[in-house]
């Protein structure tokens, strides 16, 4: 089972929520998350304990933001395909993936992705307003670089295999 099946198991993305999910409206709203969550435990300076409202609020919409919305109408975008290419990643250990997509550079966006994580939550717990801008912004660079590669993967594989084709209308 590869880790990322583990993580869609806990944001309980079954075949239904996966099409939830690469409804565009969910991730390009799943963008707002981190800076929520940032300006949420950040707030403690303004409104003391009550920061953990907005605080653990931004983290519920970070859980149930993949099931939230509905369908999309199309898939033929590329938000859509991003998530897409995700669910065929994940997939990787039973339908072998081209070699040029397994590189290092998954592995690598992935850690850029996580130090931006650390270092923002860090800049929450310093107060550092640069911190928490350039942990912010080395987050997103990853994310998206990381979701561009995935756009790339389903790209690839939907020509290649049947079942995906019909993930795209």
Known sequence: MTLERTVAKAFRLTDENWMKHSNPWSVWT???????????????VWIGWWCLVP?????LWMFFNPVFFNKPK??????SKSVLGE???LNRDQVDIPEIHKTPLIGILNTISSIGMALAIWAIVYYSVWGAILGTALAYLGKSWYLDRMVWLYETMKYEHEEYQKWEY
């Open 30 to 44: 799943r963008y707002s998350v981190l800076p929520l969550i940032v300006i949420g435990f950040w707030s403690r």
């Open 55 to 59: 605080g653990i609020v931004s983290i």
């Open 74 to 79: 199309s898939t033929k975008n590329w938000a």
């Open 87 to 89: 669910r065929v990643y």
